[in-house]
Each structure stands twice: as C-alpha cells, then as structure tokens.
C-alpha cells in the first residue's frame, strides 16, 4: 500500500472487508488520556494504528466485499472511523478458522444501518452470521502522513523476522529496562546491505563494578551456514 494519507473524508464509501492481519490493537496506545490514538482508524484506503511511538499501516484483503454472504439487515456502507482496538480486536476473533471458503476468513466492516455513531463487524460461518456493533470514538485521527519518512532510504536490509522475535524475547527476558523508557533498548548497527547486524542491550545483572555487561549479537541478512 502507498504511504498516502489512509482518509480524513467523513462521507459514506463502500463497505470494506477486513480480516485477522487488520488487528491492530497492540499497537495502539493505552493512554486513556489521549482517546484518539487508543483505537485503530478504518480508513478508504486501508487501516493504520499508532500508539505515539511507532506506527502501522495495512492494506484492506484483495477479496472483493461482493463476495461476501448477503446478511438481512446489514448494509452496504461504511465510513471513516476509529473504533476501539479491544472491540475490534474481539469482533475479529470470531472469523471463522476451520472454513475452505477464504470469503469466509473476513469480516464485513459497515456503517450500522440508521446509526451515524455506530460500526459494525459481521462474520459468518454458512450457518451463523455474528455482528458486533462498535461505537465510534468521536475524534479525528492524526495524519500519519506529516511524520511519515518518505525520503529515500540509505540503507534497506531484510531480516528474518522469527531472529528478531528470538533477540526481543530474550532482551525482555534478561536485558534491563532504562529508566527513561518502558522496556529494553536494543541497539543495530548496520555497515551496508551485505554485512551482517551488530545487535547489543545492556543485562540485567548485579554487578560490583561499574562497567555494563552487554548481550551482543550478530544477526545475518542471510543464512551463515
């Protein structure tokens, strides 16, 4: 999906359909103080999350909501929203997982029929339909796009992503938590696109000097052996 803004506009546009990867909610923030960013915006073009930190986006499924069963009562419509990543992320557990009819592993995201304020999240399974209705957070979500890069990278290096979530859950494990921050830092360094990544974060350890004991990892772009 192109970093475009994913919609500000509040008009009707065709009902979206959504599925399991649309859960977004981890990485939503849990600030009660800053309401707008607690959800995840359901957009025209796609869905996007933010806790304040980091930021997702991702595409709608490639399915076409056509397809989708016709459900009495649910319509055909839907709108720009945000909506509360617990609701959605509970709504979108009930997509069927034992089915042979991909269709079927989505969601229909659509305005609730005579409710301005109101979405809802259909799923079905060729014998129930489940809807859950979700009430809207009334804000306007930050542009994204006035803190996207879009700058041409420097430097573009592919990792596997099952290294990195071995490296994450064992600095969370053993690596200690800096006081300015809520986790454990964990610093790259990368050379070029070839070389390998120079991975390092302090441990949690008790020692009687000073120096810091660092884990330090070397994580290849591409098997070593």
């Given at each position: 999906m192109k970093d475009k803004q994913i919609s500000e506009n509040k008009a009707s546009f065709p009902a979206k359909l959504i599925d399991a990867a649309c859960?977004?909610?981890?990485?939503?923030?849990?600030?009660?103080?800053?309401?707008?960013?607690?959800?995840?915006?359901?957009?025209?073009?796609?869905?996007?999350?933010?806790?304040?930190?980091?930021?997702?986006?991702?595409?709608?499924?490639?399915?076409?909501?056509?397809?989708?069963?016709?459900?009495?009562?649910?319509?055909?419509?839907?709108?720009?929203?945000?909506?509360?990543?617990?609701?959605?992320?509970?709504?979108?557990?009930?997509?069927?997982?034992?089915?042979?009819?991909?269709?079927?592993?989505?969601?229909?995201?659509t305005q609730k029929v005579g409710s301005e304020s109101e979405i809802q999240v259909t799923t079905f399974d060729l014998d129930n339909a489940k809807t859950a209705s979700i009430k809207k957070i009334d804000d306007t979500y930050p542009n994204l796009n006035q803190v996207w890069p879009t700058d041409e990278p420097k430097l573009s290096i592919s990792l596997l992503s099952k290294y990195l979530k071995k490296i994450a859950d064992y600095a969370e494990k053993y690596g200690q938590e800096q006081q300015y921050g809520k986790g454990v830092v964990i610093k790259f360094e990368f050379v070029d696109e070839l070389s390998p990544a120079r991975i390092e974060f302090i441990l949690d350890r008790d020692m009687q000097s000073h120096e810091e004991a660092r884990a330090k990892i070397v994580l290849m772009p591409m098997r070593m052996f």
């Amino acid at each position: 999906m192109k970093d475009k803004q994913i919609s500000e506009n509040k008009a009707s546009f065709p009902a979206k359909l959504i599925d399991a990867a649309c859960d977004l909610s981890s990485f939503c923030s849990t600030d009660e103080s800053r309401k707008v960013i607690t959800g995840v915006h359901f957009g025209e073009n796609g869905v996007e999350a933010t806790d304040g930190c980091m930021m997702i986006r991702v595409p709608y499924p490639g399915y076409s909501v056509d397809d989708f069963p016709f459900i009495q009562g649910i319509g055909n419509e839907t709108q720009d929203s945000i909506l509360p990543a617990k609701e959605v992320s509970a709504a979108l557990k009930t997509i069927p997982k034992k089915i042979n009819f991909p269709i079927l592993k989505n969601a229909k995201l659509t305005q609730k029929v005579g409710s301005e304020s109101e979405i809802q999240v259909t799923t079905f399974d060729l014998d129930n339909a489940k809807t859950a209705s979700i009430k809207k957070i009334d804000d306007t979500y930050p542009n994204l796009n006035q803190v996207w890069p879009t700058d041409e990278p420097k430097l573009s290096i592919s990792l596997l992503s099952k290294y990195l979530k071995k490296i994450a859950d064992y600095a969370e494990k053993y690596g200690q938590e800096q006081q300015y921050g809520k986790g454990v830092v964990i610093k790259f360094e990368f050379v070029d696109e070839l070389s390998p990544a120079r991975i390092e974060f302090i441990l949690d350890r008790d020692m009687q000097s000073h120096e810091e004991a660092r884990a330090k990892i070397v994580l290849m772009p591409m098997r070593m052996f």
